[in-house]
């Protein structure tokens, strides 16, 4: 199975300042379509997932501009320009290329 | 909107069955891929598996974990997503969430709690 590895574990961030979240991929996202299948989601205490960031960089539905995702390969970055309250929560990678489709283990984004 | 609803999670004994339901709503349902993810107590977010679309070829994929013991089926016509669990363990208690798409859009979960 791909591992996805997120670091930080945690991390602590003042209302305002910049927040980033690495990903690596033990294989390589890249498809032969050329898209890369890497996703991002935001789990707030007690709620379901919500998708941010597809395909790499592209931000979902409603997702403000403060939540941007970069990366290639096997690395990637999601980076809060900004962090607002709101933005609590526990952030998750996912690879969505080959099955089983795996997460990374979760960085906790406390203010 | 898109709405996906989970129901049938309880408490069963280890070695029992549970049938898990999501039902959807605005969305074309028989085009979408449709996934369950699972979330143990305090643990991260974990894959069982996904069905494609009836179009697609209605392939579904399982976790090594859930293969043999899960199984995934879809009913276009009631627009509902199954997931039909046996043999069940005392690791298998979790909230259980269905997903639509990447997944993109999830329900709100349903517990299932295998315990003596």
């Known amino acids: 199975d791909v591992v996805m590895t997120q670091t930080p574990v945690s991390l602590s961030v003042t209302p305002g300042q910049a927040a980033s979240i690495s990903c690596k991929s033990s294989q390589s996202l890249l498809s032969r379509d050329g898209k890369t299948y890497l996703y991002w989601y935001l789990q707030k205490s007690g709620q379901s997932p919500q998708l941010l960031i597809y395909e790499v960089s592209s931000r979902f539905s409603g997702v403000p501009d403060r939540f941007s995702g970069s990366g290639s390969g096997t690395d990637f970055t999601l980076k809060i320009s900004r962090v607002e309250a709101e933005d609590v929560g526990v952030y998750y990678c996912?690879?969505?290329?080959?099955?089983?489709?795996?997460f990374g283990q979760g960085t906790k984004v406390e203010i | 909107e898109v709405q996906l609803e989970e129901s049938g999670g309880g408490l069963v004994k280890p070695g029992g069955s549970l049938r898990l339901s999501c039902v959807g709503s605005g969305l074309i349902f028989k085009k979408a891929w449709l996934n369950w993810v699972r979330q143990a107590p305090g643990k991260g977010l974990e894959w069982i598996g996904r069905?494609?679309?009836?179009?697609?070829?209605?392939?579904?994929d399982y976790t090594a974990s859930v293969k043999g013991r899960f199984s995934i089926s879809r009913d276009d016509s009631r627009q509902t997503l199954y997931l039909e669990m046996n043999s069940l363990r005392v690791e298998d208690t979790a909230i259980y969430y269905c997903?639509?798409?990447?997944?993109?859009?999830w329900g709100q979960g349903t517990q299932v709690t295998v315990s003596t």
């Open positions: 069905i494609k679309s009836s179009l697609d070829g209605g392939t579904v």
């Open positions: 997903g639509s798409g990447y997944p993109d859009r």
């Open positions: 996912m690879q969505g290329l080959f099955v089983p489709r795996t």
